[in-house]
């Protein structure tokens, strides 16, 4: 069974940038995508952030974060990054990492803990 482990979280300066970090166990799956998902202090639901093929290069974003955010991968270290540019105190979550349909936003394994993400105004 797929297990995520998401770090890099930490408090960061409106304006400025953090990259996490997902470390992937379990069956990857060439066919699908990897994600990035986000809950806000206030939100009762994830909300899809961006994901990236496995088996390939093409990404896809939430407009929220379209130009700020850039997720890529190193498959050898079975980890996907999410480069978080331009932070804004919106950004603010518990970010988690879950595998998704290729072109999908809909997450296919039980979550991990999740990495926080506080940025102060």
């Known amino acids: 069974q797929a297990q995520f482990v998401e770090s890099g979280g930490g408090l960061v300066q409106a304006g400025g940038s953090l990259r996490l970090s997902c470390l992937v166990s379990?069956?990857?799956?060439?066919?699908?995508?990897m994600a990035w998902f986000r809950q806000t202090p206030a939100g009762k639901d994830r909300e899809f952030v961006g994901a990236m093929n496995w088996g390939g290069v093409a990404t896809y974003y939430a407009d929220s974060v379209k130009g700020r955010f850039t997720i890529s991968k190193d498959i050898g270290k079975r980890t996907v990054y999410l480069q978080m540019n331009s932070l804004k105190s919106e950004d603010t979550a518990v970010y988690y990492c879950?595998?998704?349909?290729?072109?999908?936003?809909?997450?296919?394994?039980?979550w991990g803990q999740g990495t926080a993400v506080v940025v102060s105004s």
């Open positions: 879950n595998w998704v349909g290729s072109g999908e936003a809909g997450p296919k394994a039980p």
């Open positions: 379990g069956r990857l799956y060439t066919t699908w995508a």
